[in-house]
């Protein structure tokens, strides 16, 4: 009886071993979902400020056909837009986000195509999307448009 007595002690003694294992590991999981949770988010605002940047230099890109400065400009606005969608779930408005896809790929593939006309084009067009979305989810007081002037006198957009 003694050798099974022993080895029933053993397994208690592990079946409490193992619960402080699980009871630690709690705590580290409590602990990192606290730190998650706390931790910096850019907010839609944030992520709309950078695109709106985006799109003005996008313009003057595509105005002076810098085609490759074009292209780095509409997939930045590209990256934003994912980034809304991963980032800002809570927010109603992403929702509608989608909207602007479309726009944005006739944009591209008119810098593909290093065709001033189309791009212009679809400039306006992408510009007045943002605007339809901004009406769609009642922030039609941001309106968007064509810009008259560059957003940095620090950049060339001429091709050197």
Known sequence: MRPLSFLFIIFI???????????????RVDSLDQKLSNSYSPGLGEFMSGIQVHHAKLLFAGKNENWK???FEIHEIMEAVEDIQKYNTDRPEVKSIGMITASLDSVNAAIIKKDPVAFRSGFNILTNTCNSCHQATDHGYNVIKVPDNPPYTNQEFKIQ
């Not at 003694?13 to 705590?27: D, G, T």
Request: proline letters at 0%.
């Open 13 to 27: 003694f592990m079946a409490c071993n193992e619960s402080q294992e699980v009871k630690n590991l709690k705590l």
């Open 69 to 71: 400065l074009a292209d």
